[in-house]
């Protein structure tokens, strides 16, 4: 008699596991929105209009400038991760609103050229990496751990629209 083999892993023809759950609903942002909530928006935005998307990128990039940093991380070939593959171990922020966290992406942007270049010691990165994710609201840290390996959730910001945004950051 032989025994029935159990799968792994997700059913043939089950849709496949999103990256990050992402905010499907239109709503007004404020002036200091992270940028997980920008590329929300933009996202949504960039469905119906893609010259509305353009221009909530450079106008939020403009009060949060860690919009096109995390652009061009993502979609800059130039651009490559010094960090090690793989899930960051860290402890998650767990404040009830990403205003209260210790800190925000939009305030820590000086430290990204850390992270793709070799100008500090691989241990001295690592420490500032997870202090940096420790310190950020938690859908930030989570999109911040996806742009580090390349990974983009946002299917609707493609390079395209990047590059029109930002076009002479974004090769």
Aim: charged share 30%; glycine share 4%.
């Amino acid at each position: 008699m032989t025994e029935k083999k159990r799968g792994r892993g997700r059913p043939k023809g089950a849709p496949n596991k999103p990256k990050m759950e992402l905010v499907t609903e239109r709503k007004q942002l404020t002036n200091d929105a992270d940028v997980y909530e920008i590329f929300c928006q933009a996202n949504i935005v960039a469905e119906e209009s893609e010259e509305n998307a353009v221009n909530g990128l450079r106008t939020f990039n403009d009060r949060n400038g860690a919009v096109r940093f995390l652009l061009q991380w993502v979609y800059d070939d130039n651009i490559q991760s010094t960090l090690p593959k793989g899930k960051t171990p860290y402890n998650q922020d767990d404040s009830p609103a990403t205003d209260l966290a210790p800190t925000s992406l939009r305030f820590e942007t000086r430290q990204f050229k850390y992270f793709v270049t070799e100008e500090i010691p691989q241990i001295r990165r690592e420490t500032m990496w997870i202090q940096l994710l420790e310190g950020i609201p938690a859908k930030e840290a989570e999109l911040l751990e996806l742009v580090k390996e390349k990974v983009w959730p946002f299917k609707n910001l493609t390079k395209e629209l990047a590059q029109k945004a930002f076009p002479e950051h974004i090769n």
